[in-house]
């Protein structure tokens, strides 16, 4: 069975459809099915010393991998290898692809910024950024849709196509249940300081060539190729990130915008530096771009995978 083809699939139904209101409405979603699994072993586990916390986090990155693939890989076993397999976990994948929903969250923002209404730009941005869209202007708004496009693109698309073409059905949900510890319990706070740092340090290896990838996906399609890479050579390795530099870098350097830089988050300013610092901040129409950008790495993705499904 081609785990190239099945993960095509997922992308093309994604991309054409999404995941419905109505059917999130009626059977919600994996991603949240996960997260409750997650949040249940977080308020049962994270307790006790930090040494303590850390082997509980581990055995609950354990715990939260194993009900997840385990199922799946069942499933994919008693299916067998034939096209009606191949459509079945196709769908099976599809809505651990974030393809049409990067673009909708985006472009909600991007609506309200280029009529000028700028709470409702922030209103829109704040479903996808963590930190505080009140006091963002015009550039500070473009700026962090497109950083959370350039992060989203790897995390949300790039990386569970590449882990599903490895692994199949079972790669493509091991690698959502990572991302989704990583999201939930993930961060430097002394609740999570210890009890996350084993869902942390793993999403960043899993992420490590993924990011890479997207970064390269979005040089190519620039028509700056060769300026997106030189702005990641010089710049990537320098974000709080081990590996949203990558993709960020590459869309700065491909839309010639100056990107991350100090952000606030809560009552905490995050002081950070610019991503391809010598370009102009983005402007209202900036987004437009970067969509367009993502449109056609998104065809490149695609393509790549009609090649190995070929091969």
């Known amino acids: 069975m081609s785990f190239a083809l099945i993960m095509l699939v997922a992308l093309l139904v994604d991309a054409l459809i999404g995941w419905p209101d109505a059917l999130y409405r009626r059977v919600s979603h994996p991603v949240v099915w996960i997260g409750a699994l997650i ?3 977080d308020a049962r586990l994270n307790r006790g010393r930090a040494p303590g916390r850390l ?3 581990g055995v609950t990155v354990v715990i939260v991998i194993c009900s997840a693939t385990l199922p799946v890989l069942l499933v994919a076993l008693v299916l067998g290898d034939s096209w009606l397999a191949t459509l079945i976990l196709g769908l099976m994948a599809w809505p651990l692809v974030a393809t049409r929903s ?7 923002v991007r609506d309200p910024l280029l009529k000028g209404d700028l709470p409702a730009a ?4 704040s479903m996808i950024v963590g930190r505080d869209t009140r006091p963002l202007d015009d ?6 849709a497109l950083e959370s496009l350039a992060e989203n693109t790897s995390d949300g698309i790039v990386a569970p196509l590449f882990w599903g073409v490895i692994g199949g059905l079972p790669g493509i949900v091991a690698y959502k249940a990572i ?6 319990i993930g961060h430097r706070n002394d609740r999570y300081e210890h009890f996350g740092k084993c869902a942390a ?3 960043d290896l899993v992420n490590l060539i993924p990011a890479r990838l997207t970064a390269l996906f ?6 700056r190729t060769g300026v997106a890479l030189l702005v990641v050579a010089r710049d990537a390795r320098h974000h709080r990130s081990p590996n949203a530099g990558w993709p960020e870098a590459a869309l700065a350097g491909s839309l010639d915008v100056r990107l991350s830089g100090p952000r606030v988050y809560g009552d905490r300013v995050a002081d950070e530096p610019f991503v391809n610092a010598r370009a102009p901040d983005p402007d209202k129409h900036s987004i437009s771009r970067g969509l367009a950008l993502y449109l056609r790495a998104m065809f490149l993705c695609g393509a790549v995978l009609v090649g190995l499904a070929a091969v």
């Open 55 to 57: 082997l509980l986090g």
């Open 122 to 125: 922030r209103a829109a941005l």
């Open 201 to 203: 340090r793993l999403d």
């Open 39 to 41: 949040s249940g072993l």
């Open 102 to 108: 990067m673009y909708d969250h985006v472009n909600a």
């Open 218 to 223: 979005f040089a190519l399609v620039s028509g």
């Open 139 to 144: 550039a500070g708004i473009s700026r962090a």
């Open 179 to 184: 991302n989704t510890m990583d999201s939930m």
